[in-house]
């Protein structure tokens, strides 16, 4: 009964169980009324979610609902909607707008909405002080109490009658900002406002302009007076007064400044008046400015001044301005419409001009020195005016040039550039210079001294010499210079060595060695070097030819080695031949003294052996045997010899025995053919042991 029962109440669990599933549909959001709202109406934000269930059974709904990534509101229910009231939207609620509902263990999120919150609250615009002096600053406030950063601010400053100048201010953390205008002169009564600027959906939105504040400018002093005696009819060498004056409040710190072009003529401290004077001149017509400064504060008044001409500033005339040296030169000073002032003439200078006469004429003979800058002063009234400088030139004669090679010798190697100067020791600058080559103008150079010209196609038979002219603005005309002639050095080229004999030398012979080049420029040096583990000079010499030949008189066997020939002229390049091996070896002589130390020992020994050995046979043999080897051993004897002494005479004529080492190779040679022919005899000896006609004479 009990097991009944519990299956009864499994199932029934089960059957609940099944009967609490669910599912999400979708989950909407959505904003009423729309999504876009004005500033400062109410808005709601609604997050609904669209479930399924297997049976209605109550489910619990977390709800939470993000601006822009952050959350913004979060509830709990049993209903499948929640909703976020904004009493008074603002334009900080501007943003992207998403829910997520999770239920059950199970969570759905919504798509994004966008809602755009426009127009922005009134900014409130507050003024530190609503009463300043010129020079101090005003002080202002502009805040947004119900937005939120980034904003920009912007801030107006607007006199009576005049466009309004503009301040602005980027906050991204406050929902305020603070700035300050400086009081200028001429500031009266100023009106004061601000607005602000956010960035909202790709563009920017801008609030309705605060308040209007106005603030009262008082005068620290009145703006100053400027007069000039006399008023009018100025005329040069007149005395001006200037006089500047203003009504202050209070004097401390208080300046009175006088300048003209933004030069400062006069100035006086705490003071109510300045006073200023001068002799005028044309140069002090224009305008003057008077500026009273206290503090901050700054006022000022113009002024402008017209001065008249006493007389014309005086002209300098000379009789010629380029001129050789010793002509007299005059100057003469004029002014135009004048003749009673006081001229004197000058020379300007670096250092301070240089006084020449009190006239209005100065007559002189002239030299180099004199040439430079010319000025005339003239005098009224205590009134000095300066005339335009004259250029005065004086020229010396040009002394005939010389032309030379930069280099030093009058040469150059073939390939090689040319690089000629002229130069002249005197004349006065600018100085022209001509290059010639033959009658055919190459340059044409205008310098102080001197003058180069590099000539690049030079060949080897090109036999025009050169040439120079040098000029200048003196009367003497153009000076040339003697003609030079270059010598073209051709580089040395393709060297070679031979000798006689070549190749193999015998000892004690002469040698005849020869080295020449196909090409190059006389004299030459030719020098013949032996290489062997070093490198040494055996011969050098210098020829005006293309060969040279060095005789070596008595040859050894140290200078066995390989030789080669250096050949170079002025042109500075070494040529190098191919080497030739010499090889010293012994001569005839040498080989038979060899032949007769060496190989009579040898025969001598040779023949001993074979008699050593006969006698020992023939001891042997018993005396049937004696006769038969002692003529045996004679006949070998007396053939060895006759065959020793052709050989000897052989290798004493000889020509290619080259050292000992062959000789004693030839001596063993002719040492094998003896020993060979002992052998013979010794068999021939055997043969005659069984000779037939032995054995018949035996038996008989």
């Known amino acids: 009964m009990y097991l009944a029962l519990l299956v009864i109440f499994l199932q029934c669990s089960e059957l609940y169980t099944q009967e609490k599933v669910f599912t999400f549909n979708k989950v909407e959001i959505k904003v009423q009324p729309s999504f876009k709202v004005k500033n ?41 909607d929640a909703r976020y009231e904004i009493s008074v939207a603002r334009s900080s609620d501007t943003g992207v707008y998403e829910c997520t509902v999770e239920a059950g263990g199970k969570t759905k999120s919504s798509n994004s909405l966008r809602v755009w919150v426009k127009g922005m609250t009134k900014p409130i615009l ?34 009576m009658n005049s466009t309004p100048k503009e301040k602005d201010v980027f906050e991204p953390y406050r929902n305020f900002s603070v700035v300050e205008f400086a009081v200028e002169e001429g500031d009266n009564i100023l009106q004061f406002d601000c607005f602000v600027k956010r960035y909202v959906q790709s563009e920017f939105e801008s609030s309705e302009h605060s308040n209007k504040t106005l603030v009262t400018v008082r005068e620290p002093f009145i703006k100053p007076t400027l007069s000039v005696k006399p008023s009018s009819n100025i005329t040069e060498g007149d005395r001006i007064q200037f006089e500047c004056s203003t009504v202050v409040a209070r004097m401390r710190d208080i ?33 003057y400015l008077c500026k009273v400064e206290q503090g901050k504060a700054s006022k000022t008044t113009k002024l402008n001044v017209d001065v008249s001409e006493l007389f014309p500033k005086p002209i300098l005339s000379a009789s010629m301005n380029k001129l050789d040296e010793n002509k007299e030169l005059t100057l003469s000073c004029s002014v135009s419409g004048f003749r009673k002032a006081n001229f004197s003439i000058l020379r300007k200078n670096s250092s301070g001009d240089i006084w020449l006469k ?66 002249s020791a005197m004349g006065t600058p600018p100085i022209t210079f001509t290059f010639y080559k033959g009658n055919e103008v190459k340059k044409t150079v205008i310098n102080d001294t001197y003058a180069t010209f590099l000539d690049e196609n030079i060949r080897q038979n090109d036999k025009r010499g050169y040439k120079c002219d040098a000029k200048n603005n003196h009367s003497s005309g153009v000076k040339t210079s003697n003609i030079l002639n270059i010598t073209v050095i051709v580089p040395i080229r393709n060297a070679s060595l031979g000798s006689v004999p070549y190749g193999v030398v015998e000892d004690g012979s002469e040698t005849a060695f020869l080295c020449s080049v196909n090409e190059g420029s006389w004299p030459i040096l030719f020098r013949i070097f032996r290489k062997t583990d070093r490198e040494v000079l055996l011969f050098e010499k ?44 012994l001569a005839s002589w040498q080989k038979g003294i060899i032949a007769v130390f060496v190989l009579i020992p040898i025969a001598g020994a ?11 046979k023939k001891k042997a043999k018993g005396p049937s045997m004696e006769m038969s080897g002692s003529a045996l051993a004679t006949n070998m004897t007396s ?45 021939e000896v055997e043969v005659s042991t069984l000779d037939p006609h032995r054995e018949n004479t035996r038996a008989s």
């Open 40 to 80: 400062g109406d109410p808005m709601s934000i609604v997050c609904h979610a669209d479930i399924s269930k297997s049976t209605d059974f109550q489910l619990k709904h977390n709800f939470t609902i993000f601006k822009d990534g952050k959350v913004v509101f979060t509830t709990v229910s049993d209903k499948g």
């Open 542 to 585: 210098s020829e005006n030819a293309d060969r040279v030949v060095w005789r070596k008189e008595a040859m050894n066997r140290q200078d066995t080695g390989t030789y080669y020939c250096m050949a170079s002229n002025r042109a500075n390049v070494d040529v190098k031949s191919h080497p030739i091996t010499i090889s010293v070896i």
């Open 255 to 287: 300046e009175i400044i006088l300048q003209k072009n933004k030069t400062i003529l006069s100035s006086v401290r705490d003071e109510k008046i300045l006073k200023y004077s001068a002799v005028a001149t044309l140069e002090d017509s224009g305008e």
């Open 639 to 683: 053939e060895k010899l006759a065959r020793q002494h052709n050989d000897g005479d052989y290798y004493s004529g000889s020509g290619y025995i080259e050292d000992s080492e062959n000789h004693m190779k030839s001596t063993d040679e002719s040492k094998g053919p003896d020993l060979e022919s002992a052998e013979v005899e010794y068999t």
């Open 358 to 423: 009190n006239s209005r004429n100065l007559t002189m003979r002239v030299n180099v020195n004199d040439t430079g800058s010319y000025i005339c002063k003239a005098e009224v009234k205590g009134i000095v005016k300066e005339s335009k400088p004259v250029r005065i030139n004086v020229y010396a004669p040009v002394s005939k040039p010389t032309l030379s090679v930069v280099s030093g010798l009058p040469e150059v190697v073939l390939g090689k550039p040319l690089r000629l100067i002229c130069h």
């Open 126 to 159: 507050t003024v530190e002080k609503k009463e300043v002096l010129e020079g101090e600053v005003v002080k202002l406030r502009c805040e947004l109490p119900e937005e939120e950063p980034p904003l920009y601010f912007y801030f107006w400053k607007t006199k």
């Open 606 to 616: 040779v023949i001993f052996t074979l008699w050593w050995f006969l006698w020992k």
